[in-house]
C-alpha cells in the first residue's frame, strides 16, 4: 500500500505523466526531455529523480550522459504502464510531445549514421575477407536452433546486429558496449524493429553489470579479437549464465593478416579451437558444438562458431549486485 500510494503521489502531476507517456514508448536521455518538454534540465531532473524514488522510471547512467526508461515490473511499474495505457494520444499536449520526440529521434539517428559511415570503410574491408553475413548469420541460427530464451545478453553488441538476430527467440535481450557511438546505432536499429524488451547498455564486458545466473544466452560475436585477456571475458560470461544456459562465441580462426592488428586494431590474430576450449573449460564450460565457416578462394579468414554450455552448476567467484541488476542489468553501476 505505501508502495502503491508514493507511485501515485509521484504520478499526479502533468509533467510527469507527459514523461511517462514518453517513456512508454522507449528510452530517453535527460537532455532529450528536456527538449521535448520545453522545460529546464534541473526542473526535468528534479521530476524525475522523484519518480525514480517513486519506483516507476529507472536511472540509466551512459557515461556523461543519463538515460531513463519505465520500470517494468513491482507495484509502481504496474502503475506507470496502467497510466501510459489511460493517457489518451488525441491529447494536445501529448500530440505536441510525440511529433518533438520523432524530432530527437531523428537527430539521434542522424548522429548515428554520421558516426557509422566514418567507420564504414573499415569495417567493408573486414567484412570482404570472409563468407557474408549471410551466411555467418544462417549458421548461428542453425546452430541456436529456436529454443524459446527468456534473457539474451549480447557481449559486445556494436551496432545490435546479433540482438536483431535473436527476435522471435529471446523473450528479452540486452546488448554491452563501451561504445557510446555504437549503442545509439544499436538502439535505433532495436526500435526501428519495434523491439521494446531488447535493451543495450555502456559497460565493459569484462565487468558486466549483471549478477550471476541472469541470462540463459550470451553471444559474443566478433569481439574476442579486440580483447587483451578474452579468457577473462568468457569467465565473465559464464559467471552471468544460468545452469543449462549457452554462450555462443563466433570469432576468427588463427589468421595471420598482421595489417587487421595494425590497421584495425586487433589483438589477436584469430583463435585455435584448443585455445578456445581450454578458456571455456577454465569457466566451467563444455564446448558442445563448434562450427567452422571457410573463406572462399578469394577471401581469407575462417570464421568460427563455438557453442557451448554451463552443465548446471551456478558458478563460483560469485559477485553480489543491486536488486534491480539482479533482474537483468536495468541499473548501472
Ligand atoms: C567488431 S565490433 C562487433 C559488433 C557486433 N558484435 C557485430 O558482430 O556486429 C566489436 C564491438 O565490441 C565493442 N567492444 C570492444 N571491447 C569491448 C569491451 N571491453 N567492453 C564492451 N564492448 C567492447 C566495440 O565497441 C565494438 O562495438
Redesign the pocket.
Same mark, same amino acid.
Not at 559497460?203 to 569484462?206: I, K
Not at 553471444?219 to 569481439?223: M, P
Given at each position: 500500500m505505501d508502495n502503491l500510494l508514493g507511485a501515485l503521489r509521484a504520478s499526479g502531476e502533468p509533467t510527469r505523466l507527459r514523461i511517462l507517456a514518453l517513456l512508454a514508448q522507449g528510452e530517453l536521455s535527460v537532455k532529450e526531455l528536456t527538449r521535448i518538454l520545453g522545460q529546464s534540465q534541473p526542473r526535468v531532473s528534479r521530476h524525475l529523480k522523484l519518480m525514480c524514488d517513486a519506483g516507476l522510471v529507472m536511472r540509466l547512467p551512459e557515461g556523461t550522459s543519463v538515460f531513463y526508461r519505465l520500470v517494468d515490473e513491482g507495484v509502481s511499474g504496474g502503475l506507470a504502464c496502467a497510466i501510459t495505457k489511460l493517457l489518451t494520444r488525441s491529447d494536445a499536449t501529448l500530440q505536441l510531445d510525440n511529433s518533438r520526440l520523432a524530432e530527437a529521434r531523428q537527430e539521434r539517428n542522424r548522429l548515428a549514421a554520421e558516426y557509422f559511415s566514418k567507420n564504414a570503410a573499415g569495417?567493408d574491408r573486414?567484412r570482404s575477407l570472409h563468407v557474408s553475413?549471410k551466411a555467418v548469420e544462417t549458421a548461428i541460427r542453425q546452430i541456436l536452433g529456436t529454443s524459446p530464451v527468456a534473457h539474451a545478453l #549480447?557481449? @559486445?553488441? @556494436? /551496432? @545490435?546486429? /546479433?540482438l536483431l538476430l535473436l527476435q522471435g527467440i529471446a523473450e528479452k535481450a540486452t @546488448?554491452? #558496449?563501451?561504445?557510446r557511438e555504437?549503442l545509439a546505432i544499436a538502439r535505433a536499429n532495436l526500435e526501428a524493429a519495434g523491439l521494446n524488451d531488447f535493451r543495450v547498455r555502456l559497460? #565493459?564486458?569484462?565487468n558486466l553489470p549483471f549478477a550471476d545466473c541472469s541470462a540463459d544466452l550470451v /553471444?559474443?560475436?566478433?569481439?574476442l579479437?579486440?580483447?587483451d585477456n578474452p579468457a577473462a571475458?568468457i569467465r565473465e560470461a559464464a559467471r552471468v549464465l544460468q545452469p543449462n544456459g549457452r554462450l555462443l562465441i563466433?570469432d576468427f580462426a588463427p589468421h595471420e593478416i598482421e595489417q587487421l592488428r595494425d590497421v584495425h586494431a586487433h589483438r589477436r590474430l584469430g583463435f585455435s579451437e584448443k585455445e578456445v576450449t581450454a578458456w571455456l573449460q577454465a569457466a566451467g564450460l563444455s564446448l558442445i558444438e563448434a562450427l567452422h565457416l571457410p573463406p572462399s578462394p578469394d577471401q581469407e579468414l575462417t570464421v568460427s562458431i563455438w557453442l557451448a554450455l554451463n552443465p548446471g552448476r551456478a558458478h563460483t567467484g560469485r559477485r553480489k549486485v543491486g536488486p534491480a541488476e539482479n533482474s537483468g542489468g536495468e541499473q548501472l553501476t
Open positions: 569495417w573486414i553475413e #549480447d557481449l @559486445g553488441t @556494436g /551496432t @545490435g546486429r /546479433t @546488448g554491452i #558496449d563501451f561504445n555504437m559497460a #565493459d564486458v569484462q /553471444t559474443v560475436h566478433q569481439l579479437h579486440y580483447l571475458a563466433v
